[in-house]
């Protein structure tokens, strides 16, 4: 494994959506030794939301994919947390992308960079990492 510059990601609900349904994404919670991986609860409400969808449309069985989201590494903080971010991440993100709001200003929070398979974060002075470039970035 290559030497990886950051121990700390947060990441979006479409790669966190993904590792829940094993694709791709779930090999960077699984190999990524010492990498935290952080979400807002905002992200994991919408994760949960949308896991049942996910899950009938792979065809896989709703409680499996439960459990693989229960099981990932994923540190999940509260509002209160990075509330003090979120004007500076409304300000990158305009009208463009309200909803990714919360985990922009995690990342700027945490100084950490973003990883996401969306382009809605290329406004922020951060790195964003989509899954296939995360995981070379690895060594995965």
């Known amino acids: 494994?290559?030497?990886?510059?950051?121990?700390?990601?947060?990441?979006?609900?479409?790669?966190?959506?993904?590792?829940?349904?094993?694709?791709?994404?779930?090999?960077?919670?699984?190999?990524?030794?010492?990498?935290?991986?952080?979400?807002?609860?905002?992200?994991?409400?919408?994760?949960?939301?949308?896991?049942?969808?996910l899950a009938q449309q792979y065809e896989l069985e709703e409680d499996a994919v439960i459990e693989n989201l229960r099981v990932l590494p994923l540190k999940i903080f509260p509002a209160v947390f990075y509330e003090s971010h979120i004007s500076e991440a409304a300000r990158h993100l305009g009208r463009r992308a309200p909803k990714d709001v919360p985990l922009a200003a995690l990342a700027l929070k945490l100084e950490v960079p973003i990883w996401s398979n969306d382009r809605d974060f290329e406004e922020l002075p951060l790195i964003v990492y989509p899954t296939a470039r995360l995981l070379k970035v690895l060594g995965l």
């Open 1 to 53: 494994m290559t030497s990886k510059p950051f121990e700390q990601i947060a990441a979006d609900s479409n790669v966190v959506l993904s590792a829940a349904v094993a694709r791709a994404a779930a090999r960077v919670f699984r190999y990524a030794r010492g990498l935290q991986i952080a979400t807002t609860e905002a992200n994991f409400e919408e994760i949960q939301r949308h896991l049942p969808a």
